[in-house]
Structure formats: structure tokens, C-alpha cells
């Protein structure tokens, strides 16, 4: 079975512009999770959609949104880019059932870098 | 408010020594429990969990417990290997529905 894919897997924007990161889940999950990694701040939560709704937010400002399409794969996009937006991006997905205990796979990540 | 706290790295240790990663978590509740192992140039993957209090997780040699009393879910290994070498995090799925990662601990294993 085919695992989480995301794309572009690099980026390089400039401040002020905006991204769109793509995230297709493996076939039969139904919830996507997308987080931000930085050296400084670690692994955090930005949002998760389920059934094409979003079911879960983190901490973020609203430069940073999401939809999910009927076929489960979603986008995220962020807008008027920071220097400190500069992360590892990572989609994950799941079953979306037994959200408390559900195990998430993982994409590669996509690397955005803004200069 | 949830959190994780887990073992500063970097760790490095030779083969086949015995590994420890502590881990510690503050919750609402009792929340399921993952450590995740993060490879170099990859996404994470789940290495193991555990969803109440005394289950064991366990795979490929890595174990952890879920410990109420002390609120700690400590991986451990018996017999490390150079490919174990990678970044660990320990997370919780948290009363407000999310996880919640530690900081990761870094670990290297030398031949």
C-alpha cells in the first residue's frame, strides 16, 4: 500500500509571498493531520481535517489554513511568508475513527525555506 | 496545560549498550501514550504506544510502559544497534484532541 505523500518535497519562497503544500493520504484514511518542525519550537500541531472538515486546530495564526478534498488529499496554504515560517512540514494520516488511538503514518515532509 | 517533557539530547552510545529515553507528561485525564522515531532525512514513524495505564508497548526491541503514578512512559532497549541511530519523541494525545510531541532526543549509536 502506498504510504503519505507530499509535494513539493523542497521550497523556497520570499517574505510576503504565499505557499501551497499538497499532502495525499494513504487510500482508506480519512484524517489529515499537518505539523510544523523547527529546531526551536519542536514538533507542533497545526490542524487536522476529517471528511473534508476541519475537526481540530492548533496555535496558529490564520496565515495558515487548510481544506481537505472528497478524496481525502489536502492542501495546506500559508500566506503573506515570515522568515520564521521557514520549517519541515509534515502531513500525517490515519483512520480517523478512534482518534485517541489511532496510529498516524507520516509523510516525508515538505522543507520551506523563506528568504 | 498537556505537555511532554523528555530526555535532552544528544545521547551517544555504543553498540549493544542498554538505552534509556525518559519521558514524562502532564494531562487531563489519562491520555494514549507514542514514542515516535524520526530517521535521518524522513518523516516520523510510530514506534510503539500504549493507550492505558500499566500497557506495555513494544516493537522491534524497544519497550515502554505506561505508568500513572509517575506519569512516565520511559523507552528502553536492551541492545542497541548503529541503526537504531535517530531522533526519538515521546507524545501524548491530549485532552483538546491533538498531540502533543516532546522535543525530541537525538540518539548515536557508535560501532
Not at chain 1, 519562497?13 to 518542525?37: D, E, F
Not at chain 2, 502532564?26 to 510510530?46: D, I, K, M, N, R
Not at chain 2, 505508568?67 to 483538546?96: I, M, N, W
Request: glycine residues 10%.
Amino acid at each position: 500500500k502506498a504510504g503519505v505523500t507530499q509535494t513539493p518535497r523542497y521550497l523556497i519562497k520570499t517574505r510576503g509571498q504565499q505557499v501551497t503544500l499538497s499532502c495525499s493520504p494513504i487510500s482508506g484514511h480519512r484524517s489529515v493531520s499537518w505539523y510544523q518542525q523547527t529546531p526551536g519550537q519542536g514538533l507542533q500541531f497545526l490542524f487536522e481535517y476529517f471528511s473534508e472538515t476541519q475537526r481540530n486546530k492548533g496555535n496558529f495564526p490564520g496565515r495558515f489554513s487548510g481544506r481537505q478534498f472528497s478524496n481525502s488529499r489536502s492542501e495546506m496554504n500559508v500566506s503573506t511568508l515570515e522568515l520564521g515560517d521557514s520549517a519541515l512540514y509534515l502531513c500525517a494520516s490515519s483512520l480517523g475513527l478512534a482518534v485517541a488511538t489511532d496510529t498516524q503514518y507520516f509523510g516525508p515532509g515538505t522543507r520551506l525555506t523563506v528568504l | 496545560g498537556d505537555s511532554v517533557t523528555q530526555m535532552e539530547g544528544p545521547v551517544t552510545l555504543s553498540e549493544e549498550a542498554f538505552l534509556t529515553i525518559n519521558c514524562t507528561y502532564t494531562a487531563t485525564g489519562y491520555p494514549s501514550l507514542f514514542w515516535y522515531v524520526q530517521y535521518p532525512g524522513e518523516g516520523l514513524q510510530l514506534l510503539l504506544k500504549a493507550t492505558k495505564a500499566d500497557d506495555k508497548g513494544s516493537n522491534k526491541g524497544f519497550e515502554a510502559t505506561y505508568r500513572k503514578e509517575t506519569t512516565s512512559f520511559h523507552l528502553e532497549k536492551g541492545s542497541v544497534q548503529v541503526s537504531d541511530s535517530a531522533v526519538y519523541f515521546c507524545a501524548q494525545y491530549s485532552s483538546a484532541s491533538k498531540i502533543i510531541f516532546g522535543s525530541g532526543t537525538r540518539l548515536s549509536i557508535r560501532p
